[in-house]
């Protein structure tokens, strides 16, 4: 997801990293990068330009803030300014005393019968009561279809051929009241393929449905033509909401969500792939920081934080000075693993070279295979790997399951780290670590 902006933007944030001094000229095409970059993905020239404006105005007029490096400070402010365009945070919250009813409308195959089955999903993994209503009685199938994506949820879909759409879902309403749900799902047809006769009918049927939650579903193929559907839209309920989907598939999901953000009217949902469970609730600072390349830093600064106190300063002495025993690199891996998988962590630093997901996999594999191993040591073993000769490696290997060439390319691995660890004595710890690496300061 993302992958075309993500890269334009992280190697504008690396070029900047890369400079020597930054100046008001570096800054300035650092902006003018971004704009570049923004525009290829198919972000709205306006919104490209207030943006650029704002950040070119607060680097140049604020200075650093003291511990932070001017460059620190640009990608700081940049990804302030874009969660900003994302627009705020809206998460639907239905009560539980009362039966909640969500209207699903959207033009011609955007994909709200999809999104239908992946709500009731989501609801129903946080404990609601949960039906669907299909009030497509437009387009053949349309019911089998819905039935088929709710049995995988599963929940049970109330439908009746040859009926208006609007007597449909009333219905609908009326059966799962009478059971008790909390929340109704109503899925409509799209046979329009332009915006004002879809939001003619939508209001019709809002007017005979009376839903709580109107959500306009926009495909994330058309980039910032959201703009139109999503102001359109918003102008027309008081109730709504807008889920963008089909982000795995396009380049052009940013400029989809800052133009549907830019309309004022809240993103609550994306869809990011054609699975029952591909669906996030949207949150415009975590989405910003993926687009840049850095997930939620923050976040992760703050893990980062809470492991480096599990680590005694005994340890650390021990590891600097070039005194690492395989526990402590044991102690290590472990606490990577506390952070989160491999891909995840690399998404989350900017300006961090990109490693093919075959390779990551390759490392994750490494690491489980290498506790594995050391599991299979005795303590004395792990305090001093020179007690590892070739009888003791052979039974090392046969105790986990592993060859004795993995074996040693552990203890080869564990030597280098060793060394490194050594080299990187001046270093704060992990913290230190990781702001050199997401910064590159
Ligand atoms: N890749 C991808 N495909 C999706 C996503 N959501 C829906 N689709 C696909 O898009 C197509 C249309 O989805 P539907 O859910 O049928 O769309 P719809 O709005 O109900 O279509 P109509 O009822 O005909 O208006 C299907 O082939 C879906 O599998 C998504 O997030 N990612
Ligand atoms: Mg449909």
């Known amino acids: 997801m993302f992958d075309?902006?993500?890269?334009?933007?992280?190697s504008a944030i690396k070029r900047l990293l890369d400079r020597d001094v930054v100046d008001e000229a570096a800054i300035k095409e650092f902006v003018r990068d971004i704009q570049r970059e923004m525009i290829q993905a198919d972000v709205n020239v306006k919104i490209v330009y207030q943006l650029s404006k704002d950040v070119e105005n607060r680097l140049?007029?604020?200075?650093a803030k003291p511990g932070i490096s001017i460059k620190e400070q640009a990608i700081t402010v940049l990804y302030d300014e874009m969660s900003k365009i994302m627009g705020g945070q809206a998460q639907v919250i239905p009560p539980k005393n009362k039966m909640y009813t969500v209207?699903?409308?959207?033009i011609q195959g955007s994909g709200k019968t999809t999104f239908?089955?992946?709500?009731?999903?989501?609801?129903?993994?946080?404990?609601y009561k949960v039906g669907l209503v299909c009030a497509d009685v437009f387009r053949p199938g349309a019911y089998e279809q819905l039935k088929t994506m709710a049995d995988r949820v599963p929940v049970e879909v109330f439908g009746n051929k040859g009926k208006d759409a609007v007597k449909v879902a009333r219905e609908g309403k009326e059966y799962f009241k009478a059971k008790g749900l909390d929340i109704v799902i109503v899925d409509t047809a799209g046979r329009h393929k332009e915006e004002k006769s879809l939001l003619d009918e939508m209001k019709q049927i809002e007017n005979g449905v009376s839903p709580d939650l109107a959500l306009l579903v926009i495909d994330g193929t058309i980039g910032q033509q959201a703009f139109s559907q999503a102001d359109a839209f918003a102008k027309a309920t008081k109730v709504g909401g807008i889920v963008v989907t089909k982000l795995d598939g396009t380049a052009?999901?940013?400029?989809a969500l800052a133009a549907a953000a830019a309309t004022g009217a809240k993103i609550m949902f994306v869809s990011t792939g054609e699975r029952i469970d591909d669906l996030?609730?949207?949150?415009?600072t975590r989405f910003a920081g993926r687009i840049l390349g850095m997930g939620d830093i923050q976040g992760l600064?703050?893990?980062v934080k809470s492991l480096e106190t599990e680590v005694d300063s005994e340890t650390t002495r021990r590891i600097t000075s070039g005194k690492m025993t395989l526990d402590d690199f044991a102690t290590q891996l472990e606490q990577m693993g506390k952070l989160g998988p491999l891909q995840k962590i690399m998404e989350m630093m900017p300006g961090l070279p990109k490693i093919e997901d075959a390779s990551l996999k390759q490392m994750e594999n490494n690491l489980v295979k290498w506790k594995a191993i050391m599991k299979s040591m005795t303590a004395e073993e792990r305090k001093d790997v020179s007690l590892l000769g070739s009888s003791r490696i052979r039974r090392i290997a046969y105790g986990s399951g592993v060859t004795e060439k993995e074996v040693k390319e552990l203890l080869n691995r564990f030597e280098q780290m060793k060394k490194m660890m050594k080299s990187a004595k001046k270093m704060r710890f992990n913290r230190d670590l990781l702001r050199q690496m997401s910064a590159g300061a």
Do not use: C, D, N
Not at 4 to 10: A, S, T
Not at 60 to 63: D, G, P
Not at 103 to 106: D, H, I, K, R
Not at 280 to 284: A, G, I, Y
């Open 4 to 10: 075309k902006i993500r890269e334009g933007l992280q």
């Open 60 to 63: 140049l007029a604020e200075k």
């Open 103 to 106: 209207l699903l409308v959207g």
């Open 116 to 127: 239908a089955a992946k709500l009731a999903r989501y609801f129903t993994k946080k404990g």
């Open 252 to 255: 052009k999901g940013g400029g």
């Open 280 to 284: 996030e609730e949207f949150s415009p």
């Open 301 to 303: 600064i703050e893990r």
